[in-house]
């Protein structure tokens, strides 16, 4: 026994030197790719947004996804769809009085990393230089060859000018592969469609502002041709339209007509601006539609527009503001505050500018990557408090853990909060409001755990589970490029059954996943030796365990019973063996299997342990892979991509197989312990 301080010390240095190995190579893996992605591209004459002028853009209120939002987070979720990242990196001149000539010898430059607000500025307003920033990503570079055009690097960027040559061979490819099923395309067909996406919304948003061109209005006779603003054109709607009332319509009005006819398409759907007169209804959806600057030029036209010198003033000051823009920032700056003033005095009027201001402030503060930067160096903190063991600087080690890990989990607390007030709804309507919550709601039961333990194991652990699921979130929403606190599909639209079925069935989740870290500790702590022979704590974790199993299965139950009201109210069944209900259903049988056979005696600690490890397995089937089949009236959460999910079924594959092993081996020691004792005893009773 004597032996044991000096085995779990040096247990604790190697499993401390693994975790520096593993995590020196990720670090070499991670600055390898890096090395590998090309350098940024070089924008020469490229003038930045002053920080004053984003500020304006931000703040202006638009439609999307059927809801009001700030210019920022259509900005944000364009440049993830399209670029796949929040900031895009090009190289300036360095027109700064320190400016230095480079090593590379060329006059002073820098890399300038744009952010999605003053990137969309760019498209809409600059978009000759928009077409030269390399925004388009491409994995595999037989998509390039594909359309006929010479590939870069693996992952290399592309401007839309250096995809142009290639855009009706693209077009035409996407065209073919889309009449196929997904499952169909492989992998060089179903980029070639999405690049296709990413391309038509590209153009939707760079020739957004084609109207201010303006159209050429000519003589009847041909000659004399001049170029007119649309705003002209449209005052001259009336007579436009008398003119073409009769048999024989002038071939120059026919000509006018059909270019401010192209224009308004061009402006028709990329960016919904103004809100329409009175106040919004439930039953009227034509009351909560804004229009687009391209919805303002044809009704006036075809004098539909419910008031035309609004339309026509509305689309001058759009002409002012994107004439501005090639002018000076102070003169954009000065015009586009106008357009900001207008459109949210509008939207404050229909009592939709509510949540605009902390909306952008929530993107803004990115409270999830800075909780993710507190996981992270919590985490770091833990593998030397484990490190140190249990002498002074083990204790501040402990104490530096705990705090930053509780900063982390307070910043997913706000965040979870300005979600909830923007959404108007519970944060569970999709997979990455519940991979969140369900984050959160983690550290915090790791911090009860080590109130009632205080070994410091739940404490190591919280932060790395906490920074591991929101670092899944923040890749499910890239991969997904949604918005999602955009409107739910209609069958969700219920706060109540939102708040007591889906919270309901999402704490099921939480309680299950809560189950196998328990365990995951208990079987840490027993197989290394580092619960000392404590039977004391093996008892507390495996009640604590019990516990929750019990928890888990209690609130799954429920959920699913309600869920299955839920069904009944919105689709007319009960129960229709849909995949979601399946796998609720299954994490109800997997606890009650757990509970019965524990209760029967056939599970004893170890083989326990292991059960509620293999049922976090269970819960991640339920409440993430079933959302893979394509089928099943819960459509509402396929996203794609199974790679996470099947490396957590690997790893845990692995963990129970090494809890196997290490549940043999103890009980192979234990064995020949208590015959040594036996034995000791037979000699003493002997003598």
């Known amino acids: 026994m004597n032996d044991i301080p000096k085995r779990n010390a040096a247990i604790r240095w190697v499993a401390l030197g693994f975790l520096l190995i593993g995590g020196g190579l990720f670090f070499g893996i991670y600055k390898y790719s890096k090395s590998l992605e090309p350098l940024p591209r070089h924008l020469e004459g490229y003038v930045p947004w002053s920080a004053d002028t984003i500020a304006v853009a931000e703040s202006i209120p638009v439609q ?42 060329l006059p002073p430059h820098k890399v300038l990393k744009l952010k999605p607000t003053a990137w969309l500025l760019d498209c809409l307003f600059r978009p000759q230089v928009a077409v030269e920033m390399p925004t388009f990503v491409v994995d595999n570079s037989d998509v390039i060859t594909a359309i006929g055009l010479t590939p870069g690097a693996k992952r290399d960027r592309y401007s839309y000018h250096d995809l142009e ?12 592969y889309q009449a196929k ?35 050429t209005m000519r003589n009847p006779t041909g000659t004399n041709s001049r170029n007119a603003q649309v705003s002209l054109v449209m005052t001259a709607a009336p007579q436009i339209r008398e003119s073409l009332a009769g048999r024989d319509k002038p071939e120059h009005v026919m000509d006018l007509v059909e270019q401010v006819n192209d224009m308004a398409n061009l402006a028709h759907s990329a960016l919904l601006l103004f809100p329409p007169d009175g106040q919004p209804q439930a039953d009227k959806p034509e009351s909560r539609a804004w229009t687009s600057a391209g919805d303002e030029i044809w009704s006036t036209m075809i004098q539909e527009s419910p008031n035309p010198e609004r339309s026509i003033a509305r689309i001058k000051l759009l002409e002012e503001v994107t004439y501005n823009a090639n002018v000076s920032d102070d003169a954009f700056r000065v015009s586009l505050s106008q357009l900001r003033d207008l459109t949210v005095a509008a939207a404050t009027a229909r009592g939709e500018y509510r949540a605009i201001q902390l909306e952008s402030s929530y993107y803004n503060h990115d409270w999830f990557l800075n909780a ?30 705990g705090g930053l890990t509780a900063f982390g989990w307070v910043y997913c607390v706000i965040a979870i909060g300005q979600r909830c007030y923007i959404m108007q709804r519970p944060p569970i309507g999709n997979l990455y409001d519940t991979v969140i919550c369900i984050a959160t709601a983690i550290v915090l039961l790791s911090f009860v ?239």
């Open 165 to 176: 040559p290639g855009r009706d061979k693209l077009k035409e490819q996407a065209k073919s």
């Open 372 to 401: 993710i930067v507190f996981f992270l160096l919590a985490s770091i903190l833990g593998i030397g408090m484990w490190g140190a063991g249990w002498n002074l600087t083990g204790r501040i080690l402990a104490w530096a853990t």
């Open 449 to 687: 755990v080590e109130l009632l333990t205080r070994k410091r194991f739940a404490l190591g652990l919280a932060p790395v589970i906490g920074a591991a699921l929101i670092l899944i979130a923040r890749q499910y929403e890239v991969g997904d490029a949604k918005d999602h606190m955009d409107p739910l599909v209609a069958v969700l639209r219920s706060n109540y059954w939102l708040t007591i079925h889906v919270i309901t069935i999402t704490m099921g989740y939480t309680a299950g996943l809560f189950t196998a870290l328990i365990s995951h500790i208990y079987l840490f702590m027993r197989g290394t030796g580092l619960d000392a022979g404590d039977r004391s704590l093996r008892r507390t974790l495996t009640r604590a365990a019990y516990g929750c199993v019990c928890f888990t299965l209690f609130l799954s139950l429920v959920g699913t019973v309600l869920g299955g009201v839920w069904a009944n109210d919105s689709w007319g069944r009960f129960w229709g063996w849909d995949p979601k209900e399946n796998g609720a259903l299954l994490i109800v049988l997997w606890n009650l299997a757990i509970l019965h056979a524990r209760l029967g005696g056939y599970l004893k600690e170890w083989s326990f342990h292991l059960a509620c490890v293999a049922g976090s397995c269970v819960v991640v089937f339920s409440w993430w892979h079933v959302n893979f089949f394509n089928t099943g009236l819960h459509s509402y959460g396929f996203t794609s991509g199974k790679g996470i999910v099947w490396m957590w079924y690997g790893l845990e594959a692995l963990y129970i197989l090494l809890g196997i092993i290490a549940w043999i081996v103890w009980t192979n020691i234990e064995n020949d312990e208590k015959e040594r004792r036996a034995a000791l005893r037979a000699i003493a009773d002997a003598a």
């Open 181 to 215: 099923e997904a499952a169909e395309r492989g992998p060089v067909g179903e980029q070639i469609v999405n690049l296709e996406t990413n391309v038509e919304k590209y153009e939707s948003l760079i020739g957004y502002f084609s109207f201010v061109r303006g159209v």
């Open 64 to 105: 999307e996804g059927g809801r009001i939002k700030p210019l920022s987070t259509m900005a944000g979720f364009a440049m993830y769809q399209i670029h796949g990242n929040r900031e895009l990196e090009i190289d300036i001149k360095d027109t700064s009085p320190e400016a230095k000539t480079g090593k590379d010898g």
